[in-house]
């Protein structure tokens, strides 16, 4: 379903529905009907058409209109539509459902509706997926042992290694050298290779969207990068100068390590299109309060497209209406744009 530059078909984006009892489907029922968004693809919701059809009541939207089934092996009934459309993804228990209060069982189905819309980008059936926000606690009440979505995508995608999450918006950029791991655990996961990797996806990601060679930047682990050592087991010496070396030798535009607590400056944010983060929060901290509801989650490396909003499930204000849909929004309208460059 990837469509290259001047098709008269619009590409069709997998929409995943997220933990059910939290603001996805709230989200991805604003993302569907709004006709910016159609106009530049067509939307495959990926969810329980039962819920589809609730949220749809609850927030006064018209009902999905076309709806795809699976068939007893798990494959589709019928061809996916040139058109809006809904595939439903059985396994809900309603009767144990309540919006706002996620579960063993809103956590299976989220990730029962991500496996789907990822087997759907790996078979070449859609242009690229985009997915409402899941609740990690709910997941692991399931038995599902992943962090995040860049996990999920990752494993199911056969990637072990050259994979990262990028936090992606105007105003300011950052990747991820390691992510949903404990800050004792940081130091032993750096490595040169690595955070080479890391640098290396963040470049050619930002160099698709830009158009241009990217300027990158480094953060350094310790406080002030190090002083040269004073802070730390050296690991900017060890581990970060080297990289960005190497990086250098390969022509890509990157500096540092850079002091974290001043790198986010609003100089040196128009001076650099990324940041490349050694750990969550440096970066994370940075993009939800300069962009939080224009970020995108987006995981690099991938064989498909993937985009994410930049937020959690949203429990307390879940099924109220209340929900802001800029990111995913932005997330969509990514989605888009790489999935043509992929196509080109």
């Known amino acids: 379903m990837n469509v290259s530059p001047g098709s008269t078909h619009l590409?069709?984006?997998?929409?995943?529905?997220?933990?059910?009892?939290?603001?996805?489907?709230?989200?991805?029922?604003?993302?569907?009907?709004?006709?910016?968004?159609?106009?530049?693809?067509?939307?495959?919701?990926?969810?329980?058409?039962?819920?589809?059809?609730?949220?749809?009541?609850?927030?006064?939207?018209?009902?999905?209109?076309?709806?795809?089934?699976?068939?007893?092996d798990g494959s589709l009934s019928q061809e996916i539509p040139d058109a809006p459309a809904l595939l439903h993804i059985p396994g809900l228990d309603l009767d144990s459902f309540q919006p706002g209060q996620f579960s063993?069982?809103?956590?299976?189905?989220?990730?029962?509706?991500?496996?789907?819309?990822?087997?759907?980008?790996?078979?070449?059936?859609?242009?690229?997926?985009?997915?409402?926000?899941?609740?990690?606690?709910?997941?692991?009440?399931?038995?599902?042992?992943?962090?995040?979505?860049?996990?999920?995508?990752?494993?199911?995608?056969?990637l072990t290694r050259r994979w990262c999450m990028m936090q992606y918006s105007e105003p300011v950029t950052c990747s991820f050298v390691t992510t949903h791991i404990g800050y004792m655990e940081v130091p032993a996961a750096l490595s040169v290779d690595r955070i080479l990797e890391v640098i290396e996806l963040t470049h050619e990601a930002l160099l698709k969207i830009r158009k241009r060679a990217p300027r990158l930047a480094v953060l350094g682990l310790n406080p002030h990068a190090g002083e040269n050592g004073l802070f730390g087991e050296r690991e900017e010496q060890r581990f970060v100068e080297p990289a960005i070396q190497a990086a250098l030798d390969q022509g890509i535009l990157v500096e540092g390590p850079l002091p974290p607590?001043?790198?986010?400056?609003?100089?040196?944010?128009?001076?650099?299109?990324?940041?490349?983060?050694?750990?969550?929060?440096?970066?994370?901290?940075?993009?939800?309060?300069?962009?939080?509801?224009?970020?995108?989650?987006?995981?690099?490396?991938?064989?498909?497209?993937?985009?994410?909003?930049?937020?959690?499930?949203?429990?307390?204000?879940?099924?109220?209406?209340l929900a802001d849909a800029g990111s995913l929004y932005a997330a969509y309208r990514l989605a888009v744009r790489l999935a043509g460059e992929d196509a080109g």
């Open 261 to 321: 607590d001043t790198a986010f400056t609003p100089l040196k944010r128009k001076l650099v299109d990324g940041f490349v983060c050694l750990t969550h929060d440096q970066g994370h901290i940075p993009v939800k309060a300069l962009a939080f509801d224009q970020a995108v989650n987006t995981t690099l490396g991938l064989p498909i497209v993937r985009t994410s909003v930049d937020h959690g499930t949203a429990m307390d204000i879940a099924w109220k209406g």
């Open 104 to 158: 063993a069982n809103t956590g299976k189905v989220s990730f029962d509706y991500i496996q789907h819309a990822i087997d759907l980008a790996l078979g070449k059936r859609v242009a690229g997926v985009v997915t409402g926000p899941i609740q990690k606690e709910a997941l692991a009440q399931a038995g599902l042992n992943y962090p995040g979505h860049t996990e999920i995508f990752a494993e199911r995608c056969g």
């Open 11 to 72: 590409p069709t984006l997998a929409l995943t529905l997220g933990d059910p009892a939290g603001v996805g489907p709230e989200l991805i029922l604003k993302a569907f009907h709004d006709p910016d968004l159609r106009a530049i693809a067509h939307p495959l919701l990926i969810g329980d058409r039962r819920i589809i059809a609730q949220s749809c009541s609850a927030f006064e939207y018209p009902a999905v209109s076309l709806t795809l089934e699976l068939n007893s």
